[in-house]
């Protein structure tokens, strides 16, 4: 690792971050949200991005996954930048990927605040935010006027887009409201995500069960297919995100649906309901609803991950728990073709994709080769 990576990254934990966590009374979402608009400004774009470039020098290992060149293995995991404000910002901060999103066929506010809570000492998260964004054509429009399309690189690297339900529509109706979300974005997504695991929506991971699963991607691939066939390109890739609370009979009848309907990937995990790992002090906020992310789901992601690798061809993208190069590495070690990140980014700063990409760029090869497909 540079000398330059290793003074942004301890510049952050050291001297920002400090700062940070006390600015706007502690509110972690004030702060994200303060985070996203100097992310998204023009002078960011113009000339932060060239600066921070030459500081850290984003390089990493080029790989090909569904049939998307990435430029390294490190992506931006969903819920980080919901209404795609931020979209060219990712690149220059070594990301080889970003999911934005997740949005839904209608705009929604998501739950009361506070909804967001930090466990600093265990290095976690709890969020229970429930999908607040703009919604899918919001969304569209944001991208359109990035000039960020599918397959022309305008953000330096491929983005994905994750698609939910909308809160107030039924269950019953859930297709019909992602197959609107998937018409409004697919121009701008070089994959789309279908998240069916957030815990903050009710009943959402019902349709991880294996007949409302097939009934939703035999839909969405078909509409993707369909999509492809008018604006004369190959379907968009979709990949499914699992949540990380599924035993392994019910993942095994996932794995089985992704592939029979024609998806393309899996993307594995969510945030967790469970509360191991938080250390004892901190149990107290862990208390708090919602989706824990972040150092105590490394171990659980990484188990699930290996699973889900032994058991499909399908590529599969390693999401829980990167706090540190380390931690990507043994997820690329259990076969996961990518990594993402949310938690880490948070807690380790800037410079974490940057630092993921040095260590699996310069590691000397004991892993298990992961799958590029
Ligand atoms: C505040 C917050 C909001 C999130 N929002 C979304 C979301 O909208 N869609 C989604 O698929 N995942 C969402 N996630 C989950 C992350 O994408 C990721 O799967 C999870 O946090 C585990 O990764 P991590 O340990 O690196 O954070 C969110 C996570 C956090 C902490």
């Given amino acids: 690792m540079s000398i330059r990576t290793k003074v942004v990254s301890g510049g952050y934990t050291r001297l920002l971050r400090p700062i940070l966590f006390r600015s706007f009374h502690g509110d972690p979402e004030m702060i994200h949200e303060q985070m996203i608009r100097v992310l998204a400004a023009p002078a960011f774009s113009a000339v932060a991005r060239t600066a921070l ?14 049939g998307i ?17 931020a979209v060219k910002a990712w690149a220059p901060l070594g990301f080889g990927f970003a999911e934005v999103g997740t949005v839904t066929g209608q705009a929604q506010k998501g739950n009361d605040r506070p909804r967001v809570f930090r466990l600093p000492s265990s290095k976690a998260l709890i969020n229970r935010m429930g999908f607040n964004n703009d919604g899918a054509a919001a969304l569209a429009k944001t991208l ?10 305008a953000a330096g690297i491929p983005i994905g887009i ?15 409201d992602y197959l609107s979300a998937l018409t409004a974005v697919v121009p701008h997504a070089d994959y789309v995500a279908i998240n ?3 815990p903050n929506t009710p009943n959402l991971r019902k349709l991880q069960s294996e007949s409302a699963l097939a009934e939703l991607a035999t839909e969405l691939t078909t509409l993707a297919a369909n999509l492809g066939v008018r604006h004369r390109v190959n379907p968009v890739p979709l990949f499914v995100k699992i949540a990380p609370d599924l035993n392994w009979p019910a993942i095994d009848a996932i794995l089985t649906t992704c592939e029979t309907t024609g998806i393309s990937g899996v993307i594995a995990t969510n945030t967790t309901l469970s509360r191991d790992g938080i250390k004892r002090f901190e149990r107290p906020v862990a208390a708090q609803t919602g989706g824990l992310s972040g150092r105590p789901l490394a171990r659980r992601a990484r188990e699930v991950v290996g699973y889900v690798t032994a058991h499909t061809s399908l590529p599969v993208i390693g999401c829980g728990g990167v706090m540190t190069p380390n931690d990507a590495l043994a997820l690329f070690d259990v076969g996961a073709s990518l990594v993402q990140l949310y938690t880490g980014f948070i807690y380790s700063g800037p410079a974490l994709a940057v630092k993921i990409n040095a260590f699996d760029l310069h590691r000397t090869g004991l892993s298990k080769q992961s799958k590029v497909i």
């Fill in 69 to 85: 060149d990435f430029p390294n293995r490190v992506g931006l995991a969903a819920g980080m930048d919901k209404d795609g404000h």
């Fill in 196 to 198: 069916v695991s957030s």
């Fill in 53 to 66: 470039k030459f500081l850290i020098s984003p390089q990493g290992r080029p790989t090909t996954v569904a």
């Fill in 162 to 176: 994750s698609i939910g339900k909308t809160k107030k529509v039924p269950l019953e109706a859930a297709i019909e």
């Fill in 144 to 153: 359109a006027a990035a000039g960020v399309y599918r397959g022309n690189n």
